[in-house]
C-alpha cells in the first residue's frame, strides 16, 4: 500500500496530514508509532486522517505519535484548513470541520493568520474527565503530589494548567508523564506549565499524552489561558509564547467560545509505502 501524506506544524507541533477522499486508505494498515519515529519514519506528533462528513466540509481523525486516538488538535485543525485549500479541495476560507469533540469552525486569512473557534471550555469533571469528589476552581492529586495545585477543565480533549515560576526550570517531562497518565484522569490529560510575564502575556510548555513535550499545542494553551483568566489575573486577550513562535488567544467570558489565532507551515510532501 501506498499512501501520499503532507508534513505540516503549526509553531513546532507537527503533523503527517493524509486524506481519504482521493485515496482508499486502511486506517488498520497504517503503523502509526513507527511513522511517527523520527529516525526510521516520517516524524510527527500527530497523525491527522482528513475524511468526508456529512455534517461539516471536512472530518478530521486525531492520532498521537503512539497510535491513540485525541478528540482535538487547535495546531492541527490549522494545517487541516491550510491543506484543503492548497490541494483543491475547497475554494473557502471559513471551514466547519468534524472531530470527535464536535465542529470546529476556521477561517483562513493568510497561512500565518489563521482563526480556529474552539468552543466553551467545560469545568465539570465528569465531562473532562477527571475523577474528584467535588468541583473545585484548584485542584491537589493524592498524597504522592500534595503540594501540586493545577486547573483541570476541557477544550474537547482534557487539561490540566500548572503555574510555575520559571518554564525553564519546570520538571517538564518528569511531572508532565505522571500527571498524564495519573488515575485521577481516566482518559488521560495533557498538562501545560504556564509562567505568566504579564496579564497579556504568557509563556508555556507542554506534555501531551500519547506523545510527550511537544513545541506547541493549541488546545492546551487555550486552557492555560482560560485557567490563567480565572486564577491568575490575566486579560482576555492573551499572547502565547513558545519555543517557535505565539499563538494569540482570546477568550471574552464563559459563555463565549475560546479562540485561537495563530500560523500553520508546510514542510514537505511524500509518499510512504507500507
Known amino acids: 500500500m501506498t499512501l501520499s501524506f503532507c508534513k505540516m506544524h503549526g509553531l513546532g507541533n507537527d503533523f503527517m496530514v493524509i486524506d481519504t477522499i482521493r485515496q482508499t486508505v486502511d486506517l488498520s494498515k497504517i503503523p502509526i508509532p513507527l511513522l511517527a519515529d523520527r529516525h526510521r519514519g516520517i516524524g510527527f506528533d500527530q497523525l491527522l486522517v482528513v475524511t468526508p462528513s456529512s455534517r461539516a466540509d471536512f472530518a478530521c481523525r486525531i492520532f498521537n505519535a503512539d497510535g491513540s486516538e485525541a478528540e482535538q488538535c487547535g495546531n492541527g485543525m490549522r494545517c487541516v484548513a491550510r491543506y484543503v485549500q492548497e490541494e483543491g479541495l475547497t475554494q473557502k476560507k471559513s471551514l466547519a470541520l468534524e472531530t470527535i469533540s464536535g465542529l ?6 493568510d497561512h500565518k493568520h ?3 473557534i474552539m468552543g466553551l471550555p467545560c469545568f465539570e469533571p465528569e465531562k473532562v474527565p477527571f475523577t474528584t469528589p ?5 485542584y491537589n492529586l493524592d498524597q504522592t503530589m500534595p503540594s501540586l495545585s493545577f486547573t483541570v477543565l476541557s477544550m474537547g480533549n482534557p487539561h490540566a494548567i500548572l503555574k510555575v515560576p520559571s518554564i525553564i526550570d519546570a520538571p517538564v517531562e518528569q511531572l508532565g508523564a505522571k500527571i498524564s497518565t495519573h488515575p485521577a484522569f481516566p482518559n488521560g490529560t495533557n498538562v501545560g506549565f504556564m509562567e505568566i510575564i504579564n496579564p497579556n502575556h504568557i509563556h508555556l510548555r507542554t506534555f501531551e499524552r500519547g506523545t510527550g513535550e511537544t513545541f506547541a499545542c493549541g488546545s492546551n494553551a487555550c486552557a ?3 485557567a490563567g483568566i480565572l486564577n491568575h489575573g490575566l486579560d482576555h486577550k492573551v499572547n502565547v509564547e513558545l519555543t517557535y513562535g505565539n499563538l494569540l488567544i482570546e ?3 464563559k459563555n463565549s467560545p475560546v479562540v485561537l489565532s495563530g500560523p500553520a507551515m508546510r514542510v514537505f510532501s511524500g509518499t510512504y509505502f507500507i
Open 224 to 226: 492555560a489561558v482560560v
Open 104 to 109: 470546529i469552525n476556521v477561517t483562513v486569512h
Open 251 to 253: 477568550w471574552a467570558d
Open 134 to 138: 467535588k468541583i473545585a476552581a484548584q
Open 114 to 116: 489563521i482563526d480556529v
